[in-house]
Structure formats: structure tokens, C-alpha cells
């Protein structure tokens, strides 16, 4: 599955999810632009688990989420997927991350492993931290074992309020991603091929699944703006 866009003044984005060798995708992505609103809202959801409860929890926690007034902030994104989530029933979940447009660049929250990158053209930053039980060890400085990886202590239908992730990108460019990417390919991996950007989404999900990923892989990357910048060679005096 891939998705392209471009509304307005707005920058070009671009989606793209591979399902791998699970049974179904239960990955799921969202973007929004109210009318007069000032950019475009984007979510990007993991189901927990692969059955069609995790696949359809996250496809209403990303499509709640990006429907949410700007105003509000990301944080009230990720409450309003919550109730929506808890209002299906039953036991599906997901994980999520949430990027509002502000004056140049995005505020994030999240809760989970999807994570949020910054990126300027040349440098791919991490603004997410995960909230994994792996992770959390690390911060008590505590060993770790490869299994917590995998194991959230946040999640849609589970969090507290103050227990949502929070981080801004000022300017440049974004990539959200499912753990699908960014659990089977470095930052080094990511950054070559985000330098193509018309296919970088695409391209990321596609090499996490060839080197082996397991998992659904989704992305959404949002182009840096173009730069006003002009350069010129000029000879300084001797």
C-alpha cells in the first residue's frame, strides 16, 4: 500500500506500508487538513498483535487522531484516539504517534514504539523515545534482554494522560515509522534512502521486509521544505 500527497502551500508526503509475513497488517496511517486549518495533522498507528481487533484498533486510533482541532494539541489527539478505541470494545490495541503542523514544524506526542524522526536533509534524528520495558531499563540503568524490545508499557487503550510522550521538530522534514522499520534497519539505513525522497516511503518498507523484518512496515515521510536560499561563488580578497 502506497499513498502520495500534496495539498496547497503544503509539503509533499508520502505513505507506504508492507504487510510481511504476518497474517494481516494491522499497521494503519492518517492524514488530515481541516479547511482554513494551518497544515496537515498526521498519525501513524501499530496494532498490537495480528488479528483483526489490533488491525482495526489501529486504523481508528490513526483516523481519530488526525481529526483532531489543532488547537488542541497532540496530546488531545491521542486521548480522543483512546476513547474511540475503548468505545469498540472487545480487547484491541494499538500503539501510536501523532505530529500537529506549528509555525515551522510539528509538535508529537505518542505513546508506544512508533517513533518520530527529524530530518534536514542530510542528518535523520530521533524525537520519540520508546516506551518499551527494554527502554526503560536502560534509563535505571539495568541490563536489558532482546525479548522487552518487543514489550510496550504504553499503548492507546492503556495510557494515562501524563504518561503520553511529548516532542517538537523545528523545521526540515519528518518520518514517522512502525517499529517494522526502525527495529529491522539503522539510521544509517533510513538516511541513504530518505536522499530519494519521492520514494522513501516505499523504499523503507520494502528493505525492512528484504532484510529479513518480520513485522508490518509502514512510514510516512514528509518532504523538507524547499529552501528560499540562493548561493553564488564570490572571491574573497587577498
Known amino acids: 500500500m502506497v499513498g502520495t500527497g500534496r495539498q496547497g502551500h503544503y509539503p509533499s508526503?508520502?505513505?507506504a506500508s508492507?504487510?510481511?509475513p504476518r497474517t494481516s497488517n494491522?499497521?494503519?496511517?492518517?492524514?488530515?487538513?481541516?479547511?482554513a486549518g494551518p497544515g496537515i495533522v498526521f498519525a501513524l498507528a501499530d496494532g498490537v498483535g495480528d488479528d483483526p481487533g489490533a488491525a482495526k484498533a489501529a486504523r481508528t486510533a490513526a483516523?481519530?487522531?488526525?481529526?483532531?482541532?489543532?488547537?488542541?494539541?497532540p496530546v488531545a489527539a491521542v486521548l480522543?484516539?483512546?476513547?474511540?478505541?475503548?468505545?469498540?470494545?472487545?480487547?484491541?490495541?494499538?500503539?501510536?504517534?501523532?505530529?500537529?503542523p506549528t509555525a515551522g514544524g510539528y509538535r508529537v506526542a505518542w505513546v508506544g514504539d512508533a517513533r518520530a524522526y527529524a530530518w534536514d536533509g542530510f542528518v535523520l534524528r530521533q524525537v520519540t523515545t520508546d516506551h518499551t520495558l527494554a527502554e526503560y531499563f536502560r534509563a535505571q540503568d539495568q541490563p536489558t534482554a532482546p525479548h522487552m524490545e518487543h514489550i510496550v508499557t504504553t499503548s492507546?487503550?492503556?495510557?494515562?494522560e501524563n504518561e503520553i510522550g511529548t516532542a517538537e521538530v523545528a523545521g526540515g522534514g519528518l518520518l514517522l515509522t512502525s517499529d517494522g522499520?526502525?527495529?529491522?534497519?539503522?539510521?544509517?539505513?533510513?538516511?541513504?534512502?530518505?536522499?530519494?525522497p519521492g520514494k522513501a516511503a516505499a523504499a523503507l518498507t520494502e528493505t525492512a521486509i528484504a532484510v529479513g523484518g518480520t513485522d508490518n512496515a509502514t512510514a510516512i515521510f514528509v518532504?523538507?521544505?524547499?529552501?528560499d536560499l540562493v548561493t553564488d561563488r564570490f572571491t574573497l580578497a587577498a
Do not use: C, N
Not at 483516523?63 to 494539541?73: C, H, I, K, L, Q
Not at 492507546?156 to 494515562?160: E, K, L, P
Not at 522499520?181 to 530519494?196: G, N, P
Open 181 to 196: 522499520v526502525h527495529k529491522a534497519l539503522t539510521v544509517a539505513m533510513m538516511a541513504a534512502i530518505l536522499a530519494e
Open 26 to 35: 494491522a499497521d494503519a496511517v492518517g492524514a488530515f487538513a481541516a479547511a
Open 156 to 160: 492507546v487503550r492503556t495510557a494515562h
Open 18 to 20: 508492507a504487510q510481511g
Open 13 to 15: 508526503w508520502h505513505t
Open 63 to 73: 483516523s481519530v487522531a488526525v481529526r483532531t482541532p489543532v488547537a488542541e494539541g
Open 223 to 227: 518532504e523538507p521544505p524547499p529552501s
Open 80 to 100: 480522543a484516539a483512546q476513547r474511540a478505541v475503548r468505545e469498540l470494545g472487545g480487547t484491541g490495541d494499538s500503539v501510536l504517534v501523532v505530529a500537529m
